[in-house]
């Protein structure tokens, strides 16, 4: 290195000289990339490098568009928070489901279950010191429900007494049932019974944020605050922020003042979003991760064949669907609609495309928690249903697709998703006539469109946020923030209410259930598949890992083996 | 008096068209590329070609056979007839946009050039600006501005017409990305025009044209513009590779032609993605388009030599 650099100063003075330094630039380019060639083989892989150091390289999918509990609705994002906050529970290492107390000690509850007392730990602090109390988890319910902040998932809260209204505007905050006791004593009055709180309560939308923090930096309602960046950031989870260098990483290290600090399993974790599974995939297999987020359909075979120990294939507690936006003619037309759903060959969709990563359905809610909408007895066969699908179309004035407006099918730039929207594309083509455009997004473009219903057809996908049926149900109330297909339905809003109201469980199934029964009559969507997750793990790097339906397996308890 | 010995005198076209024939791998290229227009153009309107967006989602990526020459791809589509159609509009924006971008080029130079002076300055620092921005970026935002009009005018002409729009949307769709591109791809072939015309401006038969009371536009386009013919046309084959790569980067960042449509570039990528599994679905496009883009260079390089021997190197 130094020779190259001394010749090049020689070369500035004595111009002559160029000709005959020539060679030894040549030479040293040419040793230096063969160093570099000879050098890839016995360099350490950045997986080992990186498990020497403890540090977890994970997979994760697309860039966060947020830390801030309150904004944040992607899975990716879902999964860092995870990492740098802590609920009133957190989730158990050991079984799907099961609830640890995380920053309560403990808690009880009436006997309607619908007043529920947390006792918090007075020990625990917040990474910089400051002690952690039941205000500021009273003051985070309170941001996320304000009607000013406009939290997407402000309805994760709304089993609370008057929180829906409160969201809407309609009463003060003093009535919400959210209540600091005391420093360490938070009560929850709920608007129903609802046994299964403690696993609602595993989601970031109940964690609890930095009252001093946010308030020093702009207050309650500044949607753009700064709190979040890595300089700025104060938690009270296992990790703290540590860098984020965008489209690259975003890295955590472990806080010192976590109260279980030295029950972690790893020395801190690197979230890289990569969308492209084809790309992640052969990242891993380069060695540049440790467990990847997902492994498209049509390298499952090659993946498993060449990483047989590695490869896992788990059930997920996730539906992919397109959403029909139902305020747009033609869609604003139950017959289209359905004649949209109709025309779909859900079997070979799953069987040839996305090789059966999956079980192709024409309900939403997925099994594996609560109920699964029952099938007619007698499905008809596709023959039969595209029969029909043509029939609806010509009723609604669209005979053999004439006429019919240019949708646009709108994807993200997953290639799962777009050959998908290409194999569905043709399937209208062929059954129906009609002709979609598939326009393809970036995902901050996609989640905004879809937002603000700007798109015909949305491919989405939804994963449960926590286990119960009610997470895939709730999505499609009215004016739901995440619902952006523009249906509503009285009855439907109805039979959610009566769900929400009943504290016997059974009961409480039956009328999700018929919501989901209403819903799917009316067709704001089009349900295609329940997926599973199929993915990458290092056998030799990573331990203590085990799949979850909700893929929130808590990343603190995953160790590192170099 | 003996019979004159009278020997026809060669024109410089005569020469620089002789000089490209002893070209042998210039030559080649140009019936290899004239092939491969043939192929794109004319080989897909028999019907032994099949329908290119036709899925047959029991013959995924499946082998090269009779009916399907290359195999077929990730949804069971020919890939032959992928690749074609493919060309088609890989070697349609290539040329479009080039034309494009040679026409604005070739006005703004000449103009710059000719009238000098402050125009001049101001329309070169102009270009500079132009060259200062990112061009890939430029051309992103320029082709999303343009995409919403280019859509109702392609309703529009659909209506008007009563085409079919399958058939029309695919070559409308890229109206954009020829705008685009072309747009913005004439900075350098202006600079160079410019520079010509500089030159030439200072001949002694521009001042005899002036001198004998020629009006400018005459001047401009009867004797500098022939001039200069030469070096655009060298300009141009070898920017059209350019072009063509510009247009397969966009169509691998999605934002060129629109599925189930293909490139070039979008059969370059979705084969890369899948190139561990299937990887013909990766070679057969790169070849046609890497053979297209050498064929062009060649021919550009030949043409270069042919027209203008003093830039030839050896």
Sequence with gaps: ?562 | MAKSTYTQGNSLWQDAMQRLSRNRAAMVSLGFLLLMVLACFVLPLFPCIANPNATDLNNIAGPCTWAHPFGTDQLGRDLLARVLYGGRISLLVGLVATVVALVIGLVYGLISGYVGGRTDAFMMRTVDVLFALPFIVLVIVFSLSIEEPSRRLTATIVEATGWRREAVAPILGLVPLFIAIGSLGWLTLARIVRTQTLEIKGQEYIMAAQSLGLGHLNILFRHIAPNLLGTVVVYTTLAVPGIMLTESTLSFIGLGVKAPNSSWGTLIKEGADRMEVTPELLFFPALFFCLTLLALNFLGDGLRDAIDPKSAKD
């Excluded at chain 1, 540090?55 to 830390?67: H, I, K, R, W």
């Excluded at chain 1, 995870?82 to 099961?98: K, M, N, T």
């Design chain 1, 1 to 562: 290195m130094r020779l190259y650099d001394s010749c090049c100063q020689n070369d500035l003075h004595d111009r002559g000289g160029y000709a005959r330094l020539a060679p030894v630039i040549r030479i040293t380019a040419m040793v230096a990339l063969a160093c570099l060639l000879t050098g890839c083989g016995e360099q350490k892989s950045s997986a080992e490098r990186f498990a020497e150091a403890g540090v977890l390289l994970l997979g994760n999918n697309s860039e966060p568009q947020s830390q801030d509990p309150h904004k944040a609705t992607a899975v990716a994002d879902g999964k860092i928070i995870c990492s740098l906050l802590e609920g009133l529970v957190r989730p158990s290492a050991a079984a799907d489901g099961d609830v640890l107390p995380g920053a309560a000690t403990s808690w009880e509850h009436n006997e309607q279950a619908d007043v529920w007392i947390f006792h918090l730990n007075p020990e625990a602090k917040w990474s910089d010191g400051t002690p952690l109390t039941a205000h500021d988890f009273v003051y985070a319910y309170h941001r996320l429900l304000h009607p000013q902040f406009a939290g997407k998932y402000a309805e994760m809260l709304y089993p609370l007494q008057n929180a829906e209204a409160f969201n809407k505007g309609e009463c003060a905050w003093e009535q919400v049932g959210a209540k600091a006791t005391d420093n360490h004593t938070l009560q929850l009055t709920l608007s129903g019974p609802t046994p299964h709180l403690p696993r609602l309560l595993l989601h970031y939308t109940w964690y609890p944020i930095p009252t001093h923090k946010v308030e020093a930096l702009g207050g309650m309602l500044d949607r753009r605050s700064l709190w979040t960046r890595p300089e700025n950031w104060v938690g009270n989870g296992a990790y703290v922020l540590d860098g984020h260098r965008f489209n690259d990483f975003l890295s955590v290290r472990p806080n010192p003042l976590y109260q279980r600090a030295n029950e972690l399993k790893n020395r801190g974790i690197r979230f890289l979003p990569i969308v492209n599974g084809y790309t992640e995939t052969r990242m891993y297999m380069g060695g540049k991760l440790h467990i990847s987020n997902n492994v498209p359909p049509e390298m499952l075979a090659h993946a498993a064949a060449k990483h047989p120990q590695d490869f896992c294939r788990d059930p997920y507690y996730c539906t992919i669907f397109y959403r029909l936006n139902t305020a747009r003619p033609p869609l604003n037309d139950l017959r289209v609609r359905r004649a949209l759903s109709l025309a779909i060959d859900r079997e070979a969709l799953v069987g040839k495309v996305v090789r059966g990563a999956g079980t192709p359905t024409t309900t939403f809610t997925p099994p594996g928690a609560g109920y699964a909408v029952k099938p007619p007895a007698q499905a008809p066969t596709q023959a039969q249903r595209e029969e029909e699908a043509r029939r609806l179309l010509a009723e609604a004035g669209y005979t053999n697709g004439k006429g019919f407006p240019v949708l646009e099918l709108m994807t993200t730039s997953r290639d799962v998703q777009r050959v998908m929207a290409e194999t569905i594309q043709a399937m209208w083509e062929k059954v129906l006539g009609i002709h979609v455009d598939i326009r393809s997004c970036e995902w901050t473009a996609y989640k905004a469109a879809q937002q603000n219903m700007e798109y015909d057809i949305s491919s989405s996908s939804w994963s449960g946020d926590y286990l119960d049926p009610a997470t895939f149900v709730e999505l499609w109330r009215s004016g739901g923030g995440n619902n952006c297909t523009g249906w509503g339905s009285t009855d439907f809003d109805a039979a959610l209410a009566a769900a929400r109201s009943t504290g016997n469980a059974s009961e409480r199934r039956a009328h999700l259930q018929r919501a989901e029964e209403l819903m799917l009559q009316s067709q704001p969507i089009l349900p295609l598949y329940h997926s599973q997750r199929t993915y990458l793990r290092s056998s030799r790097h990573v331990g203590g890992w085990q799949p979850r339906l909700l893929d929130n397996f808590p990343l603190d308890a995953v160790q590192v083996k170099p």
